[in-house]
């Protein structure tokens, strides 16, 4: 998970417009403009990628409401692990086998497979570091799902 995370940064150190940024594939994934500027995701002063290819066919192109749920997920996912992996390979002492974790919702050995994993619940590392998987505002969506009386399948981590 060390791994991934150091991934993770380095992409969110790239500039949105950058196709291989982890702003660039979250809106590949969906983006609502008025909602990232709320989060502080998009800033005052910056503007959505202008390039036809965001504009025309890279934005917002999750497939949430078919059966084309499970293939474009898929597709995306392996694009992802390739972009995170690029971005490791470039660290030093990087593993050369790093693959994206495997989430294993219905594993035994673990005491609840749906809550996210614990290196996503905590903003800073073992060493002190910041958590570049930590985003505060995970938990307060699912806490206030819960009391308002949604259902959701991602528990907050105790």
């Known amino acids: 998970m060390l791994w991934y995370a150091r991934g993770v940064q380095a992409l969110k150190a790239r500039p949105f417009p950058d196709v291989t940024s982890w702003r660039y594939l979250a809106a590949i994934h969906g983006i609502e403009e008025q909602i990232w500027r709320e989060f502080g995701w998009l800033k005052p002063a910056e503007h959505l990628p202008q390039t036809p290819e965001f504009k025309n066919q890279d934005q917002g192109q999750c497939q949430h409401h078919g059966w084309y749920f499970v293939p474009w997920h898929r597709g995306y996912l392996a694009a992802f692990e390739a972009i995170v992996r690029a971005a ?17 919702y219905n594993s035994k050995a673990v005491a609840n497979p749906r809550a996210l994993p614990e290196a996503f ?21 699912v806490t206030a799902w819960r009391s308002s009386g949604h259902r959701t399948s991602i528990p907050r981590p105790r």
Do not use: S
């Open 88 to 104: 490791i390979e470039k660290l030093p002492g990087a593993p050369a086998d790093w693959a994206l974790p495997y989430w294993d």
């Open 121 to 141: 619940a905590k903003n800073v590392w073992p060493d002190g570091g910041d958590n570049p998987l930590f985003d505060k505002r995970r938990y307060g969506a």
